[in-house]
């Protein structure tokens, strides 16, 4: 009896060491990158894939809510339904909005390098949303054109390197009329958003499309 009740003893200290050198190793493991406070104000990162108009998945997988950015989604029609009635739309369903935003972010920052920065200002929202999502400006580098176009929103004080992020995706989308300003939490730039939203209302882009634009489209396209 002793021998046995010694035997389970030693069987008892050798599972409690495992466990422990097991704990042990589990501490030395490093935290991932998304963990909430391994994450930095500013860095940079690819973007592996756009979600929608308001979400990006980082390569290192970290998801990133844009800041100020209300668009129509792909995958939710109560949601966009929404976004009409709050917004007061005129245009009928918005599918092909919320695809349009997708696309346009997509050409301008999938598979790029970009700068991710959040805000002071939402700090007592500890930078995410209710799914933990991180709540950040993306800023791109801008493609080159001819003539800069209606949508591009940059900083003039960022000069020439090849990776200068002198264009803020959060903006675009906004002037361009891909999004609108969302107003639900505080954010800095929150003047110059309601500027562009404004801008955008004022020439009928994309979300804010009369329909009195669209009969002077096919009127004109009938007289061609």
């Known amino acids: ?17 495992k466990n422990t050198i097991l704990f042990g190793m589990l501490l030395l493991l490093p935290l991932p990158l998304h963990a909430e406070e391994e994450i930095p104000a500013v860095f940079t990162d690819e973007v592996a894939r756009v979600v929608d108009g308001n979400v990006l998945l980082l390569k290192s997988g970290i998801q990133v809510r844009l800041i ?8 939710d029609r109560n949601w966009n339904e929404r976004l009409k009635r709050d917004l007061a739309l005129q245009k009928g369903g918005l599918g092909e909005s919320a695809e349009a935003v997708k696309e346009f972010a997509k050409y301008l920052v999938e598979g790029k390098t970009v700068r991710i ?22 800023w791109f580098t801008a493609p080159v054109f001819p003539e800069a176009p209606d949508w591009l929103v940059i ?3 960022v000069s020439g390197t090849e990776f200068r992020y002198d264009a803020l995706l959060n903006a675009c989308l906004i002037r361009a009329g891909f999004a609108a ?42 007289k061609n």
């Open 1 to 17: 009896m002793q021998i046995m009740m010694l035997g389970f003893k030693m069987n008892c200290m050798r599972q409690v060491a």
């Open 68 to 75: 100020g950015v209300r668009s129509p989604s792909p995958y």
């Open 117 to 138: 920065e959040t805000d002071p200002a939402q700090i007592a929202l500890k930078h995410r949303d209710r799914e933990e999502r991180l709540f950040a400006y993306v």
């Open 155 to 157: 900083d003039p004080k």
């Open 181 to 222: 300003m969302d107003k639900t939490w505080p954010f800095s730039f929150g003047s110059k958003f309601s500027a562009l939203e404004s801008e955008a209302r004022e020439n009928g882009r994309g979300l804010w499309e009369r329909e009195e634009d669209n009969f002077s489209e096919e009127e004109e396209a009938q």
